[in-house]
């Protein structure tokens, strides 16, 4: 299609009305022009014709003609030429006479002509051009007199010749005029071009930024519908079709909006229970080891899965304060690599498992203990599902937008698979299926990402090249609320 | 798609060309024409009583040309035979009319002899043999014997060899 239709809309309608106006201008001009011509030419044979015959029959004549008679004849008749005037010949035997004392155009009467009229002694004329294209009329016209009621030629011929100067002219000016007419024509023919072009492409261009400004995310984007015609019937069926999609869309949030609350709310109501809960299985763990082996095994089973429920809860509803939009940052000066160690000392990783390449003395502003809980996570995972040795790495990096802080946590695991690598950051994704049970949330990953979002930073996965799974915090070094 | 427009836009053309082809094809200005008959000949008035003999003389093309003589007293078809016979007069002979008929000898001219069969039958003998005679001299025979009578009349001509066919006038027509 767009090998064969460059040009837009515009031009071509422009090009459909200039070629239907072209039309009909030369066709009305090259038929009014016929039509007019053959007119012109046809009066004036006819009354050449007719002139000629009432000029001759008006000559009375003494048979045989001699020659002082015929000249006679001839010079009388060819003063009188009609509608223009003309040169007459006489043929009579072998005597000759001219109207003219010059008889330089009596060539241009044709064989076919004589011809024509011994044969048949009738009027008869044809049209001819001499040596320089000039039209002539040739007009043949014997005299016959009645005999016994018996036409009878007479053996005189008179010729007429007679020059359609001014027809030619009044035919080039026809020809003149149908030019001059046609090109004002197609002229004013652009004008309505343009306005159907104009009537056709403004709804079309009105409908292609409302399309733009739908796929930017503005549902609540309506056209204005002008008059009945179709392109007004895409415009109304388009803002059908908006309203119905923000409408769905509108519903489809409601539909998201309640189940977030009502995994809040769960949360939330579990929370109260649960502490009650904990009080008391620590209670009851100081006492297990004086019940019996089997007892004390089940209520150290029930006191850690509870411990575990209290830390699903607790995600739970860090997740939803994320998904309310409520999680705030709390921003304080921090020396990241006290902030690193800080948070290895307190979940007991500060033996060999870990091992950290912290620069000394670089500060940044972040929030405490969302760095801590992502940090956390980052090396939690890598010790759970990859392996020890675990390795940190800060670093800062400057680029066009600012400078920025680079935490690298890679661990010595078998690495991520490369179908699970795009969902790893997804809520309760289980990388083994049928691991089902892990010590994790399987919120971690995601509460992670969305505490470095509300740093402004990214956080991905990779597999490194020499084997294992390598995470890399990217947060602006000095994050602003 | 594709194929449709391309072949539209060769149907648009094809259209164009249709309807503006002949107009412009039959051409501008005045185009020579043929001989076109128009109208009757021009009906001249002769100065002749329509009684008065009429003798046919012979063009060099080899048509027949009246040469009515007014003044000549015998209006009967032998004396209109007497004035063919006579031959082209002067007048004639400038206009280059001649005759198809062997000549005479001044006396001979009065050998010719006329006269009514029947109504519409004239029998003409003439003291020349008739069978040699130019088809046109037999014309100029006829159209001059019958000048006076009319040209309903038919005529037989014979000669000291034989008679010929009854025929008619053929000049008017």
Sequence with gaps: MRKFAPLGLRTRLIAA??????????????????QARSAVLTQSQDTAVSTLRDQLEAQALTLPMDRAQLQRVVNEIGKRGKPHPWTVYAEYGTLRASSNVTPTTSGIVTDALRAQVADHPHGAFQRVEDEHGEPYLTIAMPAVFTHHGVREPTGAVLYAVMPLLTEQQTVDAMVQAARQGAIPGLAIAVVPALLAARSVLRPVRDLRRAAQSMGRGRLDTRIEVRGADE???????????????????????????????????????????LAGMLAVTEVLDEDAERLDPDTA??????????GKLAVLVEDLMEISRFDARAAELNLDDVDVAEAVRKTLERRHWDDDRVGADLPHGLRARLDPRRFDVVLANLVGNALRHGGAPVRIAVRTESREDGERLLVEVADSGPGIAAEVLPHI???FFKADAARTRSAGSGLGLAISLENVRLHGGTL?????????????LDMPLETTA | MTLRSASGRR?????????????????????????VESGSAARVPVAAPSRAPIAYFVTGEGRLVPSPDPDYADNSPQGSLQLLLRGPGSVEQEVGLGTRLPPLDAGAAGGVRAF??????LQVRVPFPVAAVDPLGLKQLVCTAVSTAGPTVQVSVRGPDTELEPTRCEAGR
Excluded at chain 1, 243 to 272: I, N, P, Y
Excluded at chain 1, 297 to 306: G, N, V, Y
Excluded at chain 1, 463 to 468: M, P, R, W
């Design chain 1, 297 to 306: 095994k089940a209520l150290r089973l029930i006191s850690a899965e509870t």
């Design chain 1, 231 to 273: 392109l007004s019937g895409l415009a109304r069926t388009f803002n059908e079709t908006a309203g119905a999609l923000e409408e769905s869309v509108a519903e489809l949030r409601e539909a998201e909006v309640r189940a977030r609350r009502f995994a809040a709310d769960v949360s939330h109501e579990l929370r109260t229970p």
């Design chain 1, 17 to 34: 009305f200039l070629l239907v106006a072209a039309i009909c201008a030369v066709s009305t001009a090259a038929l009014t022009y016929r």
């Design chain 2, 11 to 35: 149907t648009a053309a094809a259209v164009a060309a249709a309807l503006l082809g002949p107009p412009l094809v039959t051409g501008c200005g005045i185009k020579p024409t043929g001989v």
């Design chain 1, 460 to 472: 991905s996965a990779a597999n490194a090249d020499g084997g294992g799974a390598v995470f890399t």
């Design chain 1, 425 to 427: 950051f997804d809520r």
């Design chain 2, 116 to 121: 009514f069969t029947s109504e519409f039958h």
